[in-house]
Nanobody
């Protein structure tokens, strides 16, 4: 069973930065598409960013383009989400997830993702 563990959330002021980590112990990360999602209270879970299996191709939601950067360190089995210029509307629980498809681009829809972490809270407030 694939397990994903997020960390790095916290409280930050508007304009600040956070770096989230998603670790997948015991598995080779480049065998999976990895996505970052978020869910704010009363809202549906939405895709933030994702990264491809071996080519490292990336995709971003329009709301975070230019502010967030996804990357992977296969040696550490870790995917990162660097979040800069944070806004109050970025406040949410952030989840990472794994998609086991073999072909295609990574997707920002929750549908293809089979395994999910427990989430980490990000709060942007002054």
């Amino acid at each position: 069973q694939l397990q994903l563990v997020e960390s790095g959330g916290g409280l930050v002021q508007p304009g600040g930065s956070l770096k989230l980590s998603c670790v997948v112990p015991g598995f080779t990360l480049d065998g999976y598409y990895i996505g970052w999602f978020r869910q704010a209270p009363g809202k549906e879970r939405e895709g933030v960013s994702c990264i491809g299996r071996q080519d490292g191709s990336t995709n971003y939601a329009d709301s975070v383009k230019g502010r967030f950067t996804i990357s992977r360190d296969n040696a550490r089995n870790t995917v990162y989400l660097q979040m800069n210029s944070l806004k109050p509307e970025d406040t949410a629980v952030y989840y990472c997830a794994a998609d086991v498809r073999l072909f295609g681009r990574c997707l920002l829809s929750t549908t293809p993702y089979n395994f999910w972490g427990q989430g980490t809270q990000v709060t942007v407030s002054s």
